[in-house]
């Protein structure tokens, strides 16, 4: 088992490189399957998911596009509370078989306030792909077709997943030594 140091905390090897791409590339196949003829367009939600869209991109073997898009919080109505907007949107999503990508669902909330935003775009359908999961941790109602893994409510780094900015570039996913 490596342990590796970010910043102030010590992780240990949690899910390899190996087991990853095994995984995402059972997904890929999933996808194409499920998209074969549509041309979905992927909709990667930066920074995180750079390196799980990436791979789980080459895996596709149908036709599809990807785009990527950052996330920018405002404080909406009392009613709407947060609103997650979009920057970066130049493809139209109108008509189209939209994937998100994402690389965690941690409490859900990001994705809960973002999705009204593609939703009024008028997609011909939304699904929502992500590498991980913390089930334990999710507070909102999202429904995520596609999921590498399920993990425990733990922090992990590694494989795009970043402590402070920190991690993205290791190529396994670790998670904190004493968790
Ligand atoms: P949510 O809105 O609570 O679902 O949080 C989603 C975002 O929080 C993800 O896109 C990640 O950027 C970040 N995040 C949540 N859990 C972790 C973790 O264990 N490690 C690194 N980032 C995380």
């Known amino acids: 088992m490596a342990i590796v140091q970010v910043h102030d905390?010590?992780?240990?090897?949690?899910?390899?490189?190996?087991?990853?791409?095994?995984?995402?590339?059972?997904?890929?196949?999933?996808?194409?399957?499920?998209?074969?003829?549509?041309?979905?367009?992927?909709?990667?939600?930066?920074?995180?998911s750079f390196v799980f869209a990436a791979d789980?991109?080459?895996?596709?073997s149908?036709?599809?596009?990807i785009s990527f898009i950052k996330l920018a919080s405002y404080k909406g109505t009392s009613s709407t509370g947060n609103v997650i907007t979009a920057i970066g949107m130049e493809e139209s999503v109108t008509d189209r078989h939209v994937i998100i990508v994402e690389d965690?669902?941690?409490?859900?909330?990001?994705?809960?306030?973002?999705?009204?935003?593609i939703i009024q775009r008028q997609p011909?359908?939304?699904?929502?792909?992500?590498?991980?999961?913390?089930?334990?941790?999710?507070?909102?109602d999202?429904?995520?077709?596609?999921?590498?893994?399920e993990i425990p409510n733990n922090f992990v780094v590694g494989y795009g997943l970043d402590y402070d900015g920190l991690g993205r570039?290791?190529?396994?996913?670790?998670?904190?030594?004493?968790d």
Do not use: M, W
């Open 104 to 117: 965690i669902v941690d409490t859900g909330k990001t994705l809960h306030a973002f999705l009204p935003d």
């Open 142 to 149: 999202i429904s995520t077709k596609y999921i590498g893994f």
């Open 62 to 65: 149908t036709a599809a596009e």
């Open 9 to 48: 905390k010590q992780f240990k090897t949690y899910i390899s490189n190996e087991a990853i791409q095994q995984r995402v590339a059972a997904l890929g196949q999933q996808i194409s399957a499920d998209y074969e003829g549509k041309n979905p367009l992927l909709i990667g939600i930066l920074n995180g």
């Open 124 to 140: 011909a359908s939304l699904s929502i792909a992500c590498f991980l999961s913390k089930p334990e941790a999710l507070q909102y």
């Open 169 to 178: 570039n290791l190529p396994d996913l670790y998670t904190l030594v004493n």
């Open 56 to 60: 789980l991109f080459r895996n596709i």
